[in-house]
């Protein structure tokens, strides 16, 4: 449109600059539901739970055994050192500023990645690779690298510590329970769980993490870690008995926990020992106050151990539950066959795909055979057996048909 003097009138409609929500560095939006995201530190466990932990959310990570979940904790903290983001670890087993001395060493960028990848490779991955699927091997794996590509996350080192110099440009909030006890006895039931919640309430307030007041500085998050939540030395006796006195002390810390994280800007990971629950309706209740829900089941004792199919793997790994942010549905994770592996330097989850025919179990992507002159002869073999049971399983259905019906 022209104003009266012949020009052109200058549009209502302006380009805002240098508007917009502040960053938070280790944080980005979610493209699912516009969630602000945190990295855990496993970039694999990241593409699992739908690109990172929301901001504001719970993770509760059971752990067979009580193996590994520990070392998750730890990338999780690790993560929150390199990102600049305060941190809160509390244990009732374990010193926290021993396990603060044991944080894994990042690696800052891509280079020292790649050299990472080269040198977990062993000479026998091509036999180790599926027959089936030989013409697959070369897609990529569960495990992503986002911070080639936005810095988001970064990976890690697990035969080198993490520097005291990067420990102290951090503050960090620690929780022993003996030393707040104030005697080597354990606290009396439920008295544990309010005074870890009254130290987590008083730091989301004190230090300016609560929504309710915003941050007079520059914006920042907080991590809780809290270590085997359910245990006996938190003074919980839903691991000592079926029908526990105290049975609803975990569930109403979880509660009022996840009240304060609502309000805050935080994110919580916990690890609980799932193995010692008998109840399975106390186990069924921490899950639903829980936001995301992962397990890690060990091969250790189990018939998997001495599987040829798991010989690569240290365990089965599980997603329970996503949580339902912004949306009606909740976020599904693509596959169900997840498995772990811990090797010298890294931790990884993968994708395990097999199908058992004449029942043998064998590894398959679901695609159909190939028989043409680029496969091997080893591999025309295995997908002729494949094709004669599948030709076989169809005539038993059509019952004498000459053609199928779909």
């Known amino acids: 449109m022209f104003a009266a003097g012949g020009s052109m009138a200058s549009s209502s409609f302006r380009r805002k600059v240098g508007g917009g929500l502040a960053v938070i560095p280790g944080t980005r939006a979610s493209v699912h539901n516009g969630q602000l995201l945190v990295s855990t530190g496993a970039s694999s466990l990241d593409s699992v739970i739908g690109g990172g932990l929301a901001v504001g959310t719970l993770l509760l990570i059971e752990d067979k055994y009580n193996m590994y979940s520990n070392l998750l904790l730890k990338y999780f903290i690790a993560e929150g050192v390199v990102s600049g983001h305060d941190l809160f670890v509390a244990s009732a087993e374990e010193d926290p500023s021993s396990i603060l001395q044991e944080l894994p060493a990042p690696l800052l960028d891509d280079f020292h990645k790649n050299n990472l990848d080269k040198e977990e490779k062993t000479t026998g991955d091509l036999q180790k690779s599926m027959k089936i699927a030989w013409r697959y091997q070369n897609l990529p794996k569960l495990e992503v690298t986002p911070a080639a590509r936005s810095r988001f996350g970064h990976h890690y080192d697990l035969s080198k510590a993490m520097s005291s110099e990067m420990l102290q440009a951090v503050r960090c909030h620690t929780f022993f329970l003996p030393t707040e006890c104030g005697s080597a006895i354990c606290c009396s039931m439920g008295h544990a769980y309010t005074l870890l919640l009254q130290s987590i309430h008083r730091v989301i307030q004190q230090e300016g993490f609560d929504g309710s007041c915003p941050q007079k500085k520059h914006k920042n998050?907080?991590?809780?870690?809290?270590?085997?939540?359910?245990?006996?030395?938190?003074?919980?006796?839903?691991?000592?008995?079926?029908?526990?006195?105290?049975?609803?002390?975990?569930?109403?810390?979880?509660?009022?926990?996840?009240?304060?994280?609502?309000?805050?800007?935080?994110?919580?990971?916990?690890?609980?020992?799932?193995?010692?629950?008998?109840?399975?309706?106390?186990?069924?209740?921490?899950?639903?106050?829980?936001?995301?829900?992962?397990?890690?089941?060990?091969?250790?004792?189990?018939?998997?151990?001495?599987?040829?199919?798991?010989?690569?793997?240290?365990?089965?790994?599980?997603?329970?539950?996503?949580?339902?942010?912004?949306?009606?549905?909740?976020?599904?994770?693509?596959?169900?066959?997840?498995?772990?592996?811990?090797?010298?330097?890294?931790?990884?989850?993968?994708?395990?795909?097999?199908?058992?025919?004449?029942?043998?179990?064998?590894?398959?992507?679901?695609?159909?055979?190939?028989?043409?002159?680029?496969?091997?002869?080893?591999?025309?073999?295995?997908?002729?057996?494949?094709?004669?049971v599948l030709n076989a399983g169809c005539a038993a259905m059509t019952a004498g048909r000459t053609h199928l019906d779909f």
């Open 221 to 388: 998050i907080l991590r809780i870690v809290l270590q085997s939540l359910g245990s006996v030395l938190w003074g919980d006796d839903i691991c000592c008995s079926d029908h526990p006195q105290y049975i609803h002390s975990l569930t109403r810390f979880l509660h009022a926990l996840r009240g304060l994280l609502r309000m805050s800007l935080s994110a919580c990971v916990i690890s609980l020992p799932a193995h010692l629950i008998q109840n399975k309706a106390i186990l069924s209740r921490v899950r639903n106050l829980s936001d995301t829900v992962v397990g890690l089941e060990s091969f250790i004792g189990s018939a998997r151990e001495t599987n040829a199919l798991y010989k690569d793997y240290h365990g089965l790994f599980h997603v329970y539950q996503c949580p339902r942010l912004n949306s009606l549905l909740c976020d599904v994770s693509g596959t169900k066959d997840l498995a772990f592996k811990l090797q010298r330097k890294q931790f990884t989850i993968e994708i395990v795909i097999h199908v058992e025919l004449q029942g043998v179990l064998r590894n398959c992507l679901h695609l159909p055979p190939d028989l043409s002159d680029r496969a091997s002869r080893s591999s025309k073999q295995d997908l002729s057996e494949c094709s004669k």
